[in-house]
């Protein structure tokens, strides 16, 4: 299987602080790969990276055999983000902030696309009401909308359920089921075991700006758990 996201001898830098340091990781196409690690680990700062938010300081990265620097444009179409941040305008209504981001993407027969997307978030009846009356679960169902106007077929979900309660974490695990079914590459960053075990079938493990491990998870012979506080000697 060829990898949709290749990442070579990646290093971030802030000062003399490095971020991330020499990271070498290969991300499937169709797998759904969730990196793990505590807070600070650098989960965010990659998803950045990858997601052309954030230059690198130095290495490669790839996406859908796009390099990031060169071909910015074309690896922003082949993404969707979605993050504890929605991105989204508060005082306007939910089909008033995709048919901006809509605008933004010049998509054809984008009206269509706003319409179908909010109904697979379950949104439709509430198209028409501004986003700050929505509850968190909501607003981050619209971010899901957002994200998938393009339709793109990899999604970068960075730590996504930060603040959701457990309907909305429920809402948004089968939201993913179904991505998954779509053969989706998914991309989650988390530091939360269970939401690996539900979700992924491949994971990275990183702390302080290294991976330390990666690959598929039924490959681990073992409880998820016990492997992380053997890795890391950090229990979750």
């Known amino acids: 299987m060829s990898s949709t996201v290749s990442i070579k001898k990646l290093c971030k ?7 991330l340091d020499t990271i070498d990781l290969e991300i499937q196409k169709g797998a759904s790969f ?25 290495g490669e990265v790839t996406v859908d055999g ?17 993050s504890h941040q929605t991105f989204l305008y508060e005082d306007l209504s939910a089909e008033e902030n995709l048919i901006f981001f809509k605008d933004l993407y010049h998509l054809d027969e984008g009206e269509k696309r706003v319409e179908d997307v909010l109904n697979v978030v379950k949104l439709s009846n509430r198209r028409f009401d501004d986003v700050k009356t929505f509850s968190r679960g909501m ?14 077929p990899i999604l970068i979900l960075d730590e996504p359920t930060s603040g959701l309660d457990i ?5 948004f695990y089968e939201m993913v089921k179904r991505f998954k079914e ?23 493990v990183i702390m302080n700006g290294k991976i330390l491990f990666s690959g598929e998870l039924d490959t681990l012979g073992y409880d998820l758990e016990e492997f992380i506080i053997e890795l890391t000697g950090v229990e979750n």
């Open 34 to 58: 969730a990196l793990l690690g505590p807070n600070g680990a650098g989960k965010t700062t990659l998803v950045k990276i990858i997601s052309t938010i954030m230059p690198p300081t130095s």
């Open 167 to 171: 309907v909305g974490k429920k809402d």
């Open 139 to 152: 607003k981050q169902r619209l971010s899901i909308a957002r994200a998938l106007l393009h339709d793109p």
């Open 13 to 19: 830098s802030f000062g003399n602080f490095r971020a």
């Open 66 to 82: 796009y390099e990031i620097r060169e071909a910015k444009k074309k690896v922003r179409e082949k993404i969707g983000l979605i």
């Open 182 to 204: 779509e053969e989706r590459t998914i991309i989650i960053t988390t530091h939360d075991i269970n939401e690996v075990e539900l979700i992924a079938d491949s994971i990275g």
